[in-house]
């Protein structure tokens, strides 16, 4: 699910300045990684890797209501 697909972004700190940022929403890590691995993907992934300089992460997010974990 797109959460975000912004054009314009506004750096509030440091110099990462993106030209676009697009943000999706999965129920896990492993469904990501299916995902980009799957081959319905993989021309898409081949076609964005060969005309685009991208970066492409997988952040921990948290469940509406769930309470912040404790740091170590």
Do not use: N
């Not at 750096?11 to 299916?34: M, Q, T």
């Amino acid at each position: 699910r797109y959460l975000t697909r912004a054009g314009a972004t506004v750096v509030l700190e440091g110099d990462w300045v993106p030209k676009r940022l697009v943000v999706l929403e999965f129920p896990s890590a492993e469904h990501i990684k299916a995902w980009y691995d799957s081959p319905e993907y993989r021309p898409l992934k081949e076609l964005r890797q060969r005309t685009a300089r991208s970066i492409m992460l997988i952040a921990e997010g948290i469940e509406a209501g769930e309470p912040k974990k404790k740091e170590a």
